[in-house]
């Protein structure tokens, strides 16, 4: 129970005892087994790797690199997908785990020996193996929260058996290379004759992935910037002889999924992600281009022999967003606009994700024997944001409650001498000596109220804090909807200790219904605690 609902207990409680006498009153589908890393994926397969892989991305954003490191390491040890396996290194690294950094690294060397960034690694295992000699300790070094982990890439080519070579952008300046002579400046090769289909573990930037001629079939290839933490598809459709045109396509997310010819729902993988060029055949294609946190975007083009065309895609960004809801109490439960939305359960590690409409809206979160976290946040269109509570216990309040009793007690006993000292006599020796100590109690009551308030509000603790986290792309699936920002009846209490107070004064009985109200003869204080 808040202070608030305390505070407003105990005013209620006075103000009857200040009344007096005189006051009325479906089935899930089975898992796809694993496959050859190297071997074509399924959609259902990259589908689930894109999920572990935003997923663990997410732990690693939020600073929660231990989680990060399981998540990565279930993820590899279902997929064989190597980049799993770099991303649970740097995980462990930034969290400390020096010795299992060191083991997964050494895996992910071992399961890709031809890794361009391999001289980097093997520095990081003899810094961490140094570090860990010398200090034992598990705290991260700065070295290490400068590792970043890595992006999954799928590159595909029909018919399949193609090349592939992937050239890294060094020069930001440098144009996307022209794939039948893929020698301009500006770039560096970093894997080389890789049969596709194929999967790649790439750091962040820029690259051009070609997709190389084989039998009669002509090169091709597209530019790529690439986040971390991310998965990637490039589907090649080669083609053969010069009977074709080319579409360069800008886009404002890089995670854009581009479709050619296949309507939802897709029957194939994208044909491209992100902003890119693609070769394809005279004639009219429709275009369809889809963003998580952006609406679908269709396009009819006409490509002509041997020419290039430009598409700027404009994608519009859906009309919500959504809260991601976290905290250090085992259970939390999530206010919105006043609407109770759900609990988070820290056990489950998963946050409470919270879809609402773009724009500024009231949060409010709550824990048992907690102070409560309230704040207004502005969530844009086609993003989330990431709360994370870190809890302060609520002070006791037990002096509160004994200086509340104090001073009912003090006013009951005021009000009953005031009425007994009115039936004596003038010239009754006790008259004065009565009245002073009436006047002691009303005095007394007034003193304990005005200390019980003070120890209700008073609180000498910190107050519960959140980390909020910069607006950024969806991830996830799952959500709960705020339809209203309409507050709707209070929920029922959740399941805590519980303060209340019943003062009351006692009366004797009288016989007469039509009488006067009796005199009070003492007092009644009961409580749960």
Known sequence: ????????????????????????????????????????????????????????????????????????????????????????????????????????????????????????????IDRLRKEQASSPSTEATGASQKAEIKALVF??????????????????KAPPLDPKKPTGPGYRRVAASIAAPTNLSLSTGTYFILVEGFRDYNPTGSQFTFEPGRVYVYRAALSQGDFVGRIEINLPVTTAQIFVDDPPPH?????????TSIELTPGKHKLYIEATGFDPFEKEIEIVQGQSIKLDAQLARVGFGYLLVTGTAPEVVVDVDGERVGLFLRKRREPLRIKVPAGEHAIEVDADGMKAYESRIKVPAGQEIAVDAKFEEAPGKGGAV????????????????????????????????????????????????????????????????????????????????????????????????????????????????????????????????
Not at 11 to 23: E, S, W
Not at 487 to 495: K, L, N, Y
Request: net charge neutral; proline share 10%.
């Open 155 to 172: 590159v595909e080519s029909e018919p399949a058996g193609a090349p592939v070579s992937i050239y890294e952008r060094i020069d930001p």
């Open 267 to 275: 029957r194939n993988a994208p044909r491209a992600v992100g902003p």
């Open 402 to 529: 004994v200086t509340t009793i104090l001073a009912a007690s003090s006013l009951a006993g005021g009000i009953v001498l005031n009425r007994y000292v009115a039936s004596l006599a003038d010239d009754d020796d006790l008259k004065k000596p009565l009245f002073g100590v009436e006047i002691g109690c009303f005095v007394g009551a007034g003193v304990f109220t005005g200390l019980s308030i003070f120890l209700f509000v008073w609180d000498p603790g910190d107050d519960t804090t959140a980390k909020i986290s910069a607006p950024r792309e969806f991830t996830g699936d799952t959500e709960l909807t705020v339809k209203s920002k309409k507050p709707r009846a209070a929920a029922p209490a959740r399941p805590g200790p519980v303060r209340e107070i019943a003062v009351g004064l006692l009366t004797q009985a009288s016989p007469d219904p039509l009488a006067a109200p009796p005199a009070p003869i003492g007092l009644s204080v009961s409580g749960r605690f």
């Open 1 to 124: 129970m808040s202070r608030r609902t305390l505070l407003v207990h105990l005013l209620v409680a006075i103000a009857l005892v200040l009344a007096g006498p005189r006051a009325a009153s479906a089935q899930p589908a089975p898992a796809p087994a694993p496959a050859d890393p190297k071997a074509p994926p399924a959609k259902t397969e990259i589908d689930d790797a894109r999920s572990r892989m935003e997923k663990g991305q997410r732990l690693f954003a939020d600073a929660k690199y231990a989680d990060a490191v399981d998540e990565f390491s279930s993820a590899y040890e279902k997929h064989k997908y190597t980049a799993f396996l770099f991303n649970a290194a740097v995980a462990a690294e930034r969290a400390g785990m020096r010795d299992r950094a060191i083991d997964l690294y050494d895996r992910f060397l071992k399961s890709e020996p031809a890794a361009p960034d391999r001289a980097q690694i093997e520095g990081t």
